[in-house]
């Protein structure tokens, strides 16, 4: 492994409660060398869940935020000018797939299509990254997969995938955990009890079942682990709930008061 690879190993086993069969899922698919899609609700686990994998089959993992600014020469390279003249640069897609990384795109259909089209020739089984500025055709390293991940509920008909890209992927859906194990998951992360934790969950569950009624989306795990960080660094549970749960999610002062007094009712 070059040493540019190294930064991008994971040395240390992520915490990650699974919640069902998607790491042997997971496992099955990498073991064929299947481009994986994770599908599921903002701070439900998804970016957890390929740190712990990576760790878990040894590979380097390069994560992308995408964002609809983002061209195919952000993730496959470019030259860049310096004092010895024009060199090339490997973006990090192609960085993964000469050196056999996980390479994440997280939210990818942020990114607009025609960036999108540059992973196709390296989905299906050509494996391979033309770069054509540098002329130069990389073959996917045997250990190379790619990953994506995206939110199903955020897109409008103009932002979703095309069929053909996602026709290359098998896909995993992920959702918020239920009660007992996001319970052990906020205890586990945050340091707060058993019980305080299980309050928490409690509190996202009720929030959750306004989403569509008011809500465009419920409380994560992600926003419970914050509430609990702070619990857990003496922030008074009422304060600490509408600082990281309930303003974060709505501008609407009575679903703000509605969720208010959910809070109360736990603490
Ligand atoms: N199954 C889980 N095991 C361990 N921790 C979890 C799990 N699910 C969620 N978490 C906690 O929730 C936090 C948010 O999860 P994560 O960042 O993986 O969300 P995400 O699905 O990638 O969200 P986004 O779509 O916004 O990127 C994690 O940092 C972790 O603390
Ligand atoms: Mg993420």
Redesign the pocket.
């Known amino acids: 492994m070059s040493e540019k690879m190294e930064q991008y190993r994971i040395h240390q086993e992520p915490?990650?409660?699974?919640?069902g069969d998607e790491v042997a899922l997971y496992e099955a698919a990498y073991s064929v060398r299947m481009p994986m899609m994770l599908k599921?609700?903002?701070?439900?686990?998804?970016?957890?869940?390929v740190e712990y994998m990576a760790w878990k089959l040894g590979r380097p993992l390069i994560t992308v935020a995408c964002n609809e600014d983002m061209t195919a020469s952000d993730l496959v390279g470019r030259f860049l000018l310096d004092a010895q003249g024009t060199r090339w640069q490997d973006g990090p897609l192609t960085l993964a797939a000469r050196h056999g990384a996980i390479c994440y795109l997280?939210?990818v259909v942020e990114a607009r299509q025609d960036t999108t089209v540059v992973i196709h020739p390296l989905t299906d089984n050509r494996r391979m990254l033309p770069l054509e500025k540098k002329g130069e055709l990389v073959h996917a390293h045997p250990d190379f997969q790619l990953v994506i991940?995206y939110?199903p509920g955020y897109q409008s008909l103009m932002k979703d995938l095309k069929q053909s890209t996602k026709q290359r992927f098998g896909a995993l859906d992920?959702n918020y955990?239920e009660h007992v194990?996001e319970t052990e998951?906020v205890a586990?992360?945050t340091g707060v009890n058993g019980d305080v934790a299980g309050k928490l969950v409690s509190i996202a569950e009720r929030a959750r079942n306004l989403k569509g009624h008011g809500l465009d989306e419920g409380i994560?795990?992600?926003m419970l682990?914050y509430a609990g960080s702070l619990i857990a660094k003496g922030v008074e549970p009422l304060a600490a709930c509408r600082v990281a749960l309930v303003r974060p999610i709505t501008d609407d002062p009575d679903m703000r008061d509605a969720l208010d007094a959910a809070v109360t009712t736990y603490f």
Request: proline share 7%; hydrophobic share 15%; glycine share 10%.
């Open positions: 915490y990650y409660r699974s919640t599921g609700p903002t701070g439900c686990g998804k970016t957890r869940f997280d939210e991940s939110n992920f955990p194990t998951i586990h992360e994560s795990t992600r682990v």
